[in-house]
């Protein structure tokens, strides 16, 4: 409860994307749009060990693609995947809160021959209806 004469609190920016940059065993994520400044919030994946670290980066460069959102960093035996979402629908709205169908992911993994640097595309296939 905010009290009389108090400052509000900023809020924190809202990002409609992300720009996601794969680079040899290592995925790179920050807030997408255009820099406020020279050195923004990262998060960085090793994708042999499944290592995330935050820290302030130079914005992403060369290479770097725009995405709708992280699905999630998956640890497993043989390495990590990152999971992105590049494409999504709104289908309705639950108390209020969007629901949404993901036509379209990306994932970028060490356990994936021959990685070249870029995101996996696989389009999620919808079921027949019967």
Same mark, same amino acid.
């Given at each position: 409860? !905010?009290? #009389? ?6 809020? $924190? ?14 995925? $790179?994520? !920050? ?33 770097? !693609? ?10 497993? #035996? ?9 494409? $999504?629908? !709104? ?40």
């Amino acid at each position: 409860m !905010q009290s #009389k004469g108090s400052v509000p609190a900023k809020a $924190a920016p809202v990002h409609t994307t992300l720009r996601v940059l794969v680079s040899n065993d290592q995925v $790179a994520l !920050q807030p997408g749009g255009r820099a406020a400044s020279n050195q923004l919030p990262t998060l960085g994946v090793e994708l042999h060990s499944g290592r995330v670290q935050h820290s302030l980066q130079p914005l992403l460069g060369k290479g770097a !693609q725009d995405v709708l959102a992280l699905m999630g960093v998956f640890v497993m #035996k043989g390495g990590a995947a990152v999971a992105v979402v590049t494409a $999504a629908q !709104q289908v309705g709205l639950m108390e209020s809160i969007a629901m949404f169908l993901l036509p379209s992911l990306s994932v970028a993994s060490s356990m994936i021959s021959a990685h070249d640097g870029t995101l996996y595309d696989k389009p999620v296939t919808q079921r027949q209806q019967r």
